[in-house]
């Protein structure tokens, strides 16, 4: 039978073709914690110390998973055939912990987790942008 | 807290993280496929590929997070609790 599949080339090094991926990834961490940072006085102004606390163990619960997430999709095709739970179990063990520990509350801890979320999006509209001028 | 609000807050808690599942996972299995499908045909491209995985898989796995959200606040901080 004849293989229609294309050529690969043997030229490219994964390692060069990845950097794009690595920069992604820094570029990702480094939003988040500037959000993060961003985020973290007004709340602390606006609300309480306590709150912002919550806000901030929420917010690097975030990077945790965001990275986790990253490491997954990594590993992914190379040494696991199937994305990882990792950072689902990270999340879990965040929300349980903030609705059993009398110290916090659930709500500023989840929306600090988002902040990750806040940052794909500033990527996206930033790529968006730059794509369109 | 009254058993009737209990089994009915455990079957809605299981509903919660069970339907929200299903449609992140199905969307998940078919990017994930396709951006190793996407690899194996172009190896110079595996960064971009394997970034616009890393984008759209956090972007697909937040709708299983507000199910699982509002299943753990169901278990855990019942606000129907008496």
């Known amino acids: ?133 | 807290m009254d058993p009737i609000v209990q089994a009915a807050s455990v079957f809605s808690a299981a509903l919660a993280i069970g339907l929200a599942s299903i449609g992140p996972g199905i969307g998940q299995g078919n990017a994930a496929g396709q951006a190793v499908e996407g690899i194996a045909r172009q190896p110079e491209a595996e960064g971009k590929i394997r970034g616009t995985l890393l984008l759209t898989l956090a972007f697909m796995e937040s709708l299983t997070i507000y199910g699982l959200v509002i299943a753990l606040v169901l278990l855990f901080a019942n606000p129907f609790a008496v």
């Open chain 1, 1 to 133: 039978m004849e293989d229609i599949s294309p050529p690969v080339s043997e030229s490219s090094e994964p390692s060069d073709s990845m950097q794009d991926f690595y920069r992604l990834q820094q570029e990702l961490l480094a939003i988040t914690l500037i959000l993060t940072g961003l985020i973290f006085f007004p709340v602390w102004y606006f609300y309480s110390f306590n709150i912002a606390l919550n806000y901030l163990l929420g917010a690097c619960t975030g990077v945790v998973y965001l990275k986790l997430l990253a490491r997954n999709v990594e590993q992914l095709g190379n040494q696991k055939d199937k994305l990882g739970k990792s950072h689902i179990a990270i999340f879990v063990g965040l929300i349980i912990v903030g609705t059993q520990w009398n110290g916090l509350h659930v709500l500023p801890v989840f929306l600090g987790f988002l902040t990750y979320k806040a940052a794909l999006i500033v990527y996206t509209l930033k790529t968006l942008l730059n794509s369109s001028d």
